[in-house]
Each structure stands twice: as structure tokens, then as C-alpha cells.
């Protein structure tokens, strides 16, 4: 016969604090991810449409390595391009210049183009290589 006997064998009790720790843990982890439906931020998106006019753009002007120098559509050099300025800067009540040079252009001709635009009238300067 099969002799078993209650002895001295200790009970085994699982330690339950740490999985309490977690349990409160997954517990707020799940609180601040929650999505509330009242909760954020009503944004109202545009349809997509400019409402700003040409006058309250930007002036475009592009260098590009041959220094062949473009103000908005009209192609012109150096020697024109003052006229254009002045002609385009007056007109506009954005008086900000932004100059695209072309990687390779001469540092000389932006500079130049820089000045011409200054005394034009412009106040507001970008370079945008």
C-alpha cells in the first residue's frame, strides 16, 4: 500500500504584488489612450481654395545656371530686371522677395539680384537654394 503522509511540505502562494503593478499599469495605459468623444479639438478645414491674390504672394524670382533670371512668368537679365522689380514691388502689398537660385549659379548674380530688389523696395528677403 501506498503510504503518503501531511509532513512538513509548505504551501506555495503566489507573490501577487507584482501582478497587481501591472494590472495597474495596463489600467492607466489604457485610461490615457481611451478616446473620449467629447474630448479634442473641432478643426475646420478649408476646401482647398487660395484666398490670397497674386498682390499678397510672395515675389518669385529664379536664377538659374546659365544666370538667366525669371521674375514670375517674364524672363529677363540683369539689365531689365530693376524695371521689373520696381514695377512688380510697387503693385504688391507683400513686399517679400523670395530668390530660387540654382545649385550651381554665381554667388555674384543673387547677390546683385539681392541689391536690385532692396532698392526696388522690397523688405522681406528668402533664399531658397
Same mark, same amino acid.
Do not use: C, W
Given at each position: 500500500?501506498?503510504?503518503?503522509? *501531511?509532513?512538513?511540505?509548505? !504551501?506555495? *502562494?503566489?507573490?501577487?504584488?507584482?501582478?497587481?503593478?501591472?494590472?495597474?499599469?495596463?489600467?492607466?495605459?489604457?485610461?490615457?489612450?481611451?478616446?473620449?468623444?467629447?474630448?479634442?479639438? =473641432?478643426?475646420?478645414?478649408?476646401?482647398?481654395?487660395?484666398?490670397?491674390?497674386?498682390?499678397?504672394?510672395?515675389?518669385?524670382? !529664379?536664377?538659374?545656371?546659365a544666370d538667366d533670371i525669371r521674375v514670375g512668368d517674364q524672363s529677363t537679365d540683369l539689365k531689365g530686371l530693376m524695371k521689373i522689380l520696381k514695377s512688380e514691388i510697387t503693385r504688391?502689398?507683400? *513686399?517679400?522677395?523670395?530668390?530660387?537660385? =540654382?545649385?550651381?549659379?554665381?554667388?555674384?548674380?543673387?547677390?546683385?539680384?539681392?541689391?536690385?530688389? !532692396?532698392?526696388?523696395?522690397?523688405?522681406?528677403?528668402?533664399?531658397?537654394?
Amino acid at each position: 500500500m501506498l503510504n503518503i503522509s *501531511k509532513g512538513n511540505h509548505k !504551501r506555495f *502562494k503566489p507573490d501577487l504584488a507584482p501582478l497587481i503593478d501591472v494590472v495597474f499599469l495596463l489600467l492607466i495605459f489604457y485610461m490615457l489612450t481611451f478616446a473620449i468623444p467629447a474630448q479634442g479639438l =473641432d478643426v475646420k478645414l478649408s476646401n482647398g481654395t487660395s484666398s490670397n491674390t497674386p498682390e499678397e504672394m510672395p515675389l518669385v524670382i !529664379r536664377i538659374n545656371q546659365a544666370d538667366d533670371i525669371r521674375v514670375g512668368d517674364q524672363s529677363t537679365d540683369l539689365k531689365g530686371l530693376m524695371k521689373i522689380l520696381k514695377s512688380e514691388i510697387t503693385r504688391r502689398s507683400n *513686399k517679400a522677395v523670395v530668390v530660387h537660385t =540654382d545649385d550651381k549659379a554665381l554667388y555674384d548674380i543673387f547677390v546683385q539680384v539681392f541689391d536690385m530688389a !532692396r532698392q526696388a523696395g522690397a523688405s522681406d528677403f528668402s533664399l531658397v537654394l
